[in-house]
């Protein structure tokens, strides 16, 4: 069974802007290699566990 969590992600770019999700996942190193496929020219990923769903949901400026 493939046990999945929150996790928020975020792309540096190198004109310094950043790309932000929050996004189910099985593990940090398969949200940073998704986020390499979308951000290819990225300078950094950041990945950090939520603790539930509910904390992605308080976030501000969340839009569900």
């Known amino acids: 069974m493939n046990h999945r969590v929150w996790y ?3 792309a540096l770019m190198a004109d310094l802007a950043v790309r932000h999700h929050h996004v189910r996942a099985a593990s940090e190193e398969q949200l940073e290699k998704r986020m390499r496929r979308c951000y290819p020219g990225a300078v950094a990923i950041l990945v950090r ?3 539930s769903w509910r904390q992605v949901l308080s976030r ?3 839009t569900p």
């Open 8 to 10: 928020a992600a975020d």
């Open 49 to 51: 566990r939520e603790e």
């Open 60 to 62: 501000p400026g969340h």
